[in-house]
């Protein structure tokens, strides 16, 4: 299974990038990580912000790998503990199929995203900024999988 974070935004911080780079070299190929950036659309005093969201959600949902399990993140979702988190990695495993989790720009994911994927799940009941959540979701995922590995990185 490989697991697909698609976000919109293409020029992260070099904290970003070391903080995600962290835990999704992290890893094992059986799970792994693979970042797909979605370019932003433009954002002017005169450009319409709606239309801005509505084309990152038309790319996005283009670039979902087909037949794979989409989970789009948003404030509206399910909150995980990470034992649950673990319990749900345990089963996208055992379904084999690619995962594909959905990360939207600074004004949110588009309704249709949300409407398209498979479930909803919210990191936070905080609005976290949506560089941010790149590195947490890598490390949440990387625990996860040490919590069913026994691996000593978490400790409940």
Known sequence: MKIHLLAIGT??????????????TRLPRECALNLIEIPAGKRTPSADAARALREEGERLAAAI?????????????????????????????RDGRDLSLLVGGPDGLDAPCRT???????????????PLVRVLVAEQLYRAWSVLRNHPYHRA
């Open 11 to 24: 020029r992260m911080p070099d904290w970003i990038k070391a903080g995600y780079a962290e835990y999704a």
């Open 116 to 130: 398209r994927a498979d479930r909803l799940w919210s990191l936070s009941r905080l609005t976290l900024p949506h």
């Open 65 to 93: 790998p087909a037949g794979s399990y989409s989970i789009a993140l948003d404030e509206r979702g399910s909150q995980w503990s990470t034992a649950e988190l673990a319990e749900h990695l345990t089963g996208w495993l």
